[in-house]
């Protein structure tokens, strides 16, 4: 079974970066649909930004704006997000997937989870 391990989350002031990593064993993450999630308190997961496998082009979320990166280091089996010019609003536990299909299509599917990073975005 895959084991995805998130790193990187903390507390920024509004207008900063961060850059979240995803470690993955036992499964090559260049051979699946990958991606972050996020989950606020009160509130439901959202898909953050997803990239199906091989060189396909990464998919984000419409409230991104263009703020977050999503990459993937296939050399080191690892998954990031940067994390650019960060809102309050932004502020969630985010969490590494990994699947099948084309999530922002809701047609793929989420088959292993990490255990997720919090994100604290405050002045």
């Known amino acids: 079974q895959v084991r995805l391990v998130e790193s990187g989350g903390g507390s920024v002031q509004p207008g900063s970066s961060l850059s979240l990593s995803c470690r993955a064993s036992?499964?090559?993450?260049?051979?699946?649909?990958v991606g972050w999630y996020r989950q606020a308190p009160g509130k439901g997961r959202e898909l953050v930004a997803a990239?199906?496998?091989?060189?396909?082009?990464?998919e984000y979320a419409d409230f991104l704006k263009g703020r977050f990166a999503i990459s993937k280091d296939k050399a080191r089996n690892i998954l990031y997000l940067q994390m650019n010019s960060l809102q309050p609003e932004d502020s969630a536990k985010y969490s590494c997937?990994?699947?099948?299909?084309?999530?922002?299509?809701?047609?793929?599917?989420?088959?292993?989870w990490g255990q997720g990073t919090q994100v604290t975005v405050s002045s």
């Open positions: 990239v199906e496998p091989g060189d396909s082009r990464p």
């Open positions: 036992e499964r090559t993450l260049n051979d699946y649909t």
């Open positions: 997937a990994l699947g099948r299909g084309r999530w922002f299509s809701s047609t793929g599917v989420v088959t292993d």
